[in-house]
């Protein structure tokens, strides 16, 4: 059987002007999981086309598409397109999960949710001729399943290779993720075995790892077997985390020992009520700043996620948080226009308030504002949000976040690491023409591996070591 299998871009990615190296980071993970469960005589080819431009002039007997939000309407002409030519189109992925009424007329099949038990049983019935409209997730399990196809992946065109999920989901459920919708009908979250994880990042090549799960600590017994089954690979690696995971005591230092690098932590607002708005309570009451100081103590360097545009946030919300990231020494920083994605507690409020003004999904990319904010003009959030990326990424800004480090290495990876993302931007875009995006991860690694001045498995500095050299700093 011949199964092409595509992962369609925003238009953004597919610029012929300008590409930013956030669509050339991580390949189509989702889709190389479902392959693994073809046969292995099938005819398989991946196709991504945030990286590659789609031969659309094939003839598949089954084309599988994953459709997210932002690229929507592309999946749709996509699969209209096949569909005409006699091809059997699946569509499954998020935006399919939460608008299931708008997928399914581009499609002979649709899917919901995580698709480990549906698409096993779909292959089987269409195998068998009887394939049915509508499948969708109920049982959530990571046990037994097959090894994913990374063979079928391109990945000299990604500068992140090696991104990797051990766990599926979060244990928590704030209003604006798309975790409780995607998750309905089963449990919303849950590991790998730790064998079959760490045997998963045995089969990858190189150093680097980026772990893509939602929240790597959300189980701290697996997290911990993990971290203690990964000491000695001498690994680089990145992930997420909340606050809370990185104030507790032992894993994080566990989690270094093992190799952690840098941690996408989400802030999302210094506001206290903004959390309590968006249901995200393991954030209130955490000392952000406790929690950075202790990232920063142990070599770990922190990329912050924060939104804007929350019913508390007024016309200072940009300069507020943008200062405090900074002097706060993050080095990287990712800000978001909140979005009420379909099918979430944010979307739900939002429209019973009568507050969305657009359903074009096009623009639901965390860029535009989608809805009417309380106490803030759409227009000023918007200008807002693109302002608090220029300061942020300012040479000016970058310095004064470098001169927060207690030393001189840790000052120089912060303008490495920080400059390296966003000054360079042209760089990449180059790279990412001549197709080697993956050339560049030794660089990545270097600046990873030498950022502070501790090795994996030397002895940890406690956070009151850094508060100390602050102080000597301020005086
Ligand atoms: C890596 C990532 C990216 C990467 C690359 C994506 C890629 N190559 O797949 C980059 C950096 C490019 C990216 C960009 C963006 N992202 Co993003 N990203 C992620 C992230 C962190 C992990 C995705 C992943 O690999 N998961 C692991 C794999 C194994 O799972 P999976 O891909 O979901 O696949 C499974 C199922 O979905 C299902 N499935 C999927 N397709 C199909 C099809 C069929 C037929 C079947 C049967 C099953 C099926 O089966 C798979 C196995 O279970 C997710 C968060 C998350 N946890 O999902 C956000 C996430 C997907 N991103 C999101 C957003 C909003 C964006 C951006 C708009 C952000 C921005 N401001 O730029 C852009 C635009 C994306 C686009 N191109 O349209 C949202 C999506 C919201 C939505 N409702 O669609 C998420 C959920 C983050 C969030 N919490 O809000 N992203
Ligand atoms: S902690 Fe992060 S991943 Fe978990 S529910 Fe909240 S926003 Fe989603």
């Given at each position: 059987m011949k199964v092409k299998m595509i992962l369609p871009a925003l238009t953004e990615a597919k610029s012929p002007f300008f590409r930013p190296i956030k669509y050339s980071l991580f390949p189509p993970l989702g889709l190389a999981t479902l392959a693994g469960y073809l046969d292995l005589?099938?005819?398989?080819?991946?196709?991504?086309?945030?990286?590659?431009?789609?031969?659309?002039?094939?003839?598949?007997?089954?084309?599988?598409?994953?459709?997210?939000?932002?690229?929507?309407?592309?999946?749709?002409?996509?699969?209209?397109?096949?569909?005409?030519?006699?091809a059997y189109v699946a569509l499954g992925g998020l935006h399919v999960t939460s608008l299931p009424n708008e997928a399914?007329?581009?499609?002979?099949?649709?899917?919901?949710?995580?698709g480990e038990d549906t698409w096993p049983q779909f292959l089987r019935d269409f195998r068998q001729g009887h394939p049915a409209p509508?499948?969708?997730?109920?049982?959530?399990?990571?046990?037994?399943?097959?090894?994913?196809?990374?063979?079928?992946?391109?990945?000299?065109?990604?500068?992140?290779?090696?991104?990797?999920?051990?766990s599926r989901g979060c244990p928590h459920a704030c209003d604006f993720c798309y975790k409780e919708a995607f998750f309905k009908g089963g449990k919303g979250y849950y590991t790998q075995t730790i064998d079959d994880a760490l045997a998963e990042i045995e089969r990858l090549p190189g150093r680097h790892l980026y772990f893509l799960d939602d929240h790597l600590f959300g189980n701290a017994r697996?997290?911990?077997?993990?971290?203690?089954?990964?000491?000695?690979?001498?690994?680089?690696?990145?992930?997420?985390?909340?606050?809370?995971?990185?104030?507790?005591?032992?894993?994080?230092?566990?989690?270094?020992?093992?190799?952690?690098?840098?941690?996408?932590?989400?802030?999302?607002?210094?506001?206290?009520?903004?959390?309590?708005?968006?249901?995200?309570?393991?954030?209130?009451?955490?000392?952000?700043?406790?929690?950075i100081r202790r990232l920063h103590s142990l070599g770990v360097m922190v990329n912050g996620s924060f939104v804007f545009g929350m019913d508390d946030?007024?016309?200072?919300?940009?300069?507020?948080?943008?200062?405090?990231?900074?002097?706060?020494?993050?080095?990287?920083?990712?800000?978001?226009?909140?979005?009420?994605?379909?099918?979430?507690?944010?979307?739900?409020?939002?429209?019973?308030?009568?507050?969305l003004t657009t359903s074009n999904w096009d623009l639901y990319d965390t860029r535009h504002v989608v809805y009417q904010p309380k106490k803030l003009k759409p227009e000023t959030l918007e200008a807002g949000y693109w302002h608090a990326y220029r300061e942020f990424y300012r040479w000016g800004s970058i310095l004064r976040g470098a001169s927060t480090k207690p030393t001189w290495t840790g000052s120089m990876?912060?303008?490495?690491?920080?400059?390296?993302?966003?000054?360079?931007?042209?760089?990449?875009?180059?790279?990412?023409?001549?197709?080697?995006?993956?050339?560049?991860?030794?660089?990545?690694?270097?600046?990873?591996?030498?950022?502070?001045?501790?090795?994996?498995?030397?002895?940890?500095?406690?956070?009151?070591?850094v508060l100390t050299a602050d102080a000597i700093r301020a005086s």
């Open positions: 005589d099938d005819e398989i080819v991946i196709q991504d086309e945030h990286v590659e431009v789609l031969d659309l002039s094939d003839e598949p007997d089954l084309v599988v598409i994953q459709v997210y939000i932002t690229s929507a309407y592309r999946a749709y002409q996509i699969a209209d397109h096949y569909r005409a030519k006699g399914a007329p581009h499609a002979d099949s649709i899917f919901l949710g995580p509508v499948y969708e997730s109920s049982i959530r399990t990571l046990i037994g399943l097959p090894p994913i196809r990374r063979d079928l992946i391109k990945r000299h065109l990604y500068l992140v290779p090696n991104s990797i999920v051990v697996f997290a911990s077997a993990l971290f203690d089954g990964m000491k000695g690979m001498g690994r680089l690696w990145q992930a997420a985390g909340t606050v809370q995971s990185v104030l507790k005591p032992g894993l994080l230092e566990k989690a270094v020992e093992a190799g952690l690098r840098s941690l996408f932590v989400g802030f999302e607002t210094l506001n206290p009520n903004s959390l309590r708005e968006q249901n995200k309570y393991q954030n209130l009451n955490r000392d952000y700043g406790a929690a946030d007024e016309d200072d919300v940009f300069d507020r948080t943008v200062a405090w990231a900074i002097d706060n020494g993050i080095e990287t920083a990712t800000f978001h226009i909140l979005t009420p994605y379909p099918d979430t507690a944010l979307y739900q409020r939002m429209q019973a308030e009568g507050r990876r912060h303008v490495a690491y920080a400059g390296g993302w966003k000054k360079f931007e042209p760089m990449w875009d180059l790279v990412i023409r001549m197709k080697r995006a993956t050339q560049l991860l030794p660089l990545l690694e270097t600046i990873l591996a030498e950022f502070g001045r501790k090795a994996p498995g030397a002895p940890i500095t406690s956070p009151d070591d």
